[in-house]
Structure formats: C-alpha cells, structure tokens
C-alpha cells in the first residue's frame, strides 16, 4: 500500500472509532463513517467490503496496539482485560445489541487463532497452549471467543460485576480449570 492508502485506511478506521465513542455501532451508518473519515462512499468499499469488515479490522488495531507494550510472557488474559478496560465506551457500543454477539465470535476467534498460530510454542499462556494442543485448534478458538465475548457482554452491562482486576482474575481462573481438565 501506498501512504496514502495507508492513511486513508486508518482515516476510516479512526472514523468507527470515534463514532462507537457516542453511538452504539448497529445504529452507526457506512455513510456516517464516510462523513467522518471524509471520503467518499466508492473509497471506503475500496478498503472493506461492509461495516463488519471494518469493526473487525478496529478491533485488530486495538489489540494490536498492546502486542508492543508487552512481552511474549504476559498472559492473554492480561491483554484481553487491558485492551477492554482501555477502550471500554467502543466494547460497550460494540456489544449495546445482542445482534452482534456472533460477529464479534466470529473476530476475536480469528485473533485467537493468528494468535496460536503466530506464537512460539515454548509460550506458556494458557489460553494459547489449549488452541494449540487442541485437536480442534478452530473450534477451541471459537469456544473460547464466545467466553470472553460473554463475559464482555457482561462487564458492560454491569461493570460493577468485573472490575479490571476481576475481570483479569476471572478470565486467568477459567483458563486453569480448563488447562487442568486437559
């Protein structure tokens, strides 16, 4: 991609971003975020087939933004808990309807699975081992998505159930018992 291609790309990303700060996203138009980002309607389905695609690559781009800031020992459960907390007002316009409960599965079981894939094995996370020594590396990813998209679903209705502390400790908790049960 060219620089401009890349800008523009992020413009457009920048553009769901700020808007799923005050609007949940199944009320947020690929009009509006074309109006955001400032191009036209023809440039934005150059980059992303639909909105899905582009909350998908958002979502990328917030976790991506913490794969620097950490090493390869810290646990997915500390990442996942960082990332929610440090964007919770997007997870919670993000997860306002329950209609999106199966597209953000079908995202994060993605990451999960780049994440398995991409890891060295010697990786000690949890999570990470039980998609890689999985039989079902697919469905265990996506097993897990549902999890933590339910317990995102959760925090943002009633934050008071999982502080990040909580949160973290609860997502660590569930990935033991299930690496005991394997």
Not at 35 to 58: E, G, I, N, P, Q
Not at 85 to 92: A, D, E, G, P, Y
Not at 105 to 122: D, F, G, H, M, V
Not at 164 to 181: G, T, Y
Request: proline letters at 3%.
């Amino acid at each position: 991609m060219t620089n401009k291609q890349v800008r523009t790309r992020r413009d457009i990303i920048q553009a769901l971003r700020e808007l799923l700060n005050t609007t949940p996203f199944e009320n947020i138009t690929t009009k509006q975020i074309c109006t955001t980002a400032l191009v036209h309607h023809s440039t934005f389905y150059r980059y992303f087939t639909d909105k899905y695609d582009l909350l998908s690559a958002l979502i990328t781009e917030l976790c991506a933004q913490f794969d620097g800031k950490m090493s390869e020992a810290t646990a997915m459960a500390e990442r996942i808990s960082l990332i929610v907390q440090s964007n919770r007002v997007i997870f919670k316009n993000i997860t306002a309807s329950h209609a999106m409960y199966y597209e953000l599965i079908q995202i994060i079981s993605k990451l999960l699975r780049e994440s398995a894939q991409n890891t060295p094995a010697a990786n000690d996370d949890i999570l990470i081992k039980l998609i890689k020594n999985s039989p079902h590396p697919e469905i265990a990813s996506y097993s897990f998505a549902g999890m933590l998209v339910g317990v995102l679903v959760k925090w943002t209705e009633d934050p008071s159930t999982a502080q990040p502390a909580r949160l973290k400790q609860f997502i660590e908790d569930v990935l033991n018992d299930l690496s005991n049960l394997a």
